[in-house]
């Protein structure tokens, strides 16, 4: 069982920059895939960046230019830094991890919130 824990969430202002973390319980180099998503009520999750083993990042078109994911493999943690927030990136954000075996874990998401 792989056991993921985000954290970094919170409530900033339009324009400003948070950055999420994912601290994983399982050796990060043995994953194919990594990645944030996203989701507000009564919405399917969306996903926002992913980073795979050969540490090719990929993006969704709302955030490219604004958020960067990246990973830490000595700390078995993967980030994603949040730049020029917008009201629409108000969600709860996930981070997943899926194993060579393409079984998915995830987190149990941080709250973020952008306000005017």
Known sequence: QVQLVESGGGLVQAGGSLRLSCAVSRDILRADYMG????????QRDLVASINKDSRTSYAESVK??????????KNTVMLQMNSLKLEDTAMYYCIYRDRDYIEYWGQGTQVTVSS
């Not at 944030?36 to 919405?43: A, L, V």
């Not at 958020?67 to 493999?73: H, L, R, T, Y």
């Open 36 to 43: 944030w998503y996203r989701q507000t009520p009564g919405k």
């Open 65 to 74: 230019g604004r958020f960067a994911i990246s990973k830490d493999n000595a």
